[in-house]
């Protein structure tokens, strides 16, 4: 188990939904990825993303401008 | 129990491709979505710049819709791609800058490349939410075994909505789904498919009015083709396709052209684009923040910063502060009398 970074720093949904599924596909069971963004659409449409594809938001926070979603990977 | 066959299913987020998929989940088929991100998709981005969007509705369509389905979605990134797609159409464009025909090649061919990557996980055919008639350009009688065929995807490429009007497909004459319980809808009356979405139970599904994308959008496609002419090319690359959605469009010369944000969400935005581009700013009011786009050499300062001070607060000042910052280079301050509402001419707005 592991934890790593997807920099989605100024992308626009749905680029940093695509970029997180990209992502996701090279971790394994159990990891965590934090997911930092500017749109705060992705707060929205990562959760939607992961729900539908059984992997699960374990929280968010935010700092200044940007957005940190951790999700945890589910194999 | 025979096996369960599985169909990969064509998700733009409106309510045809909700229908499509729901009834063949219906037959006991099992469905994945796929969804193509060309970078004009009406789904997301500017979502999240106007300030005024804010309490919008943020949701994703085609995520939405995978939502209620209960289905996986795959989004993939075609932006590269759909270049030459948007550049080149064989079957050519639509009413505005939409290769609707070719589009749909194109992306029943990817997803026909999908089935065949994803081999292990047994995709028996692929499904869209079409209806014959339904589109001018793209979805009449003739064009849907044009899609068939140039995609490669043929006899395995079913419309679960209209298939009844059409020769029999692979996933129908193997007996993989009962023929007998697909549709024959056809025409632009949506009637038929509401009254599916009710007997599902859909509600609050999106139906964009124009198509699955801006380039059906009149001004949209004013822009892109202004931006082309401009830059005396037809390319483009995501910034731009991006940029043609925020801020209002000027172009005073034919060399460059101005983008102003119209808010503190889009200045907000391209506040990001500082280090690629020219910004103008008033300095002494309030006012947006402006973007050039092309080349502009300082004999046209005067004339960009008259037209970003008309923009802001101070538009009625004899005089006005403003900074032009040249990315690597020292900003530089001058001051400027705001053009007048009859000195910004009609046909500079894009
Ligand atoms: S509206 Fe846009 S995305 Fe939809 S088929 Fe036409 S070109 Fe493609």
Known sequence: ?75 | MTKKHKAIALISGGLDSLLAVRVLQEQGIEVEGINFYTGFCVEGHTHAIRNHDKDKQKRNNALWAAEQLGIKLHIVDVIEEYKDVLLNPKHGYGANMNPCLDCKVFMVSKAVEWVKENRKDGFDFIITGEVIGQRPMSQRKETMPIISEESGADDILLRPLCAKNLPATKPELEGWVDREKLYDFSGRNRKPQMALAEKFGFKDYASPAGGCCFLTDKNYSAKLVDLWEGRGSREYEMDDIMLLKVGRHLRPKPEFKLIIARDAGESKYLEGYRKQFVTIQVVSHNGPLTIIDGDITSDDYELAAGIVARYGQGRDAEQVEIEISVPGQEKLTMTTKPLSIDEVLEDWHV
């Not at chain 1, 695509?18 to 596909?25: H, P």
């Not at chain 1, 394994?28 to 992705?42: F, N, R, S």
């Not at chain 1, 939607?48 to 945890?72: C, P, Q, T």
Request: some cysteine.
């Open chain 1, 1 to 75: 188990m592991s934890t790593h970074e997807l920099d989605a720093r100024r992308m626009l949904c749905p680029m940093p939904v695509i970029k997180t599924q990209n992502k996701i596909k090279e971790l394994a069971d159990g990891d965590i990825l934090d997911v930092i963004c500017t749109d705060p659409g992705a707060l929205s449409d990562i959760p939607a993303w992961a729900r539908i594809n059984g992997h699960e938001v374990v929280g968010h926070r935010e700092n200044d401008d940007e957005l940190i979603i951790s999700v945890r990977v589910s194999r």
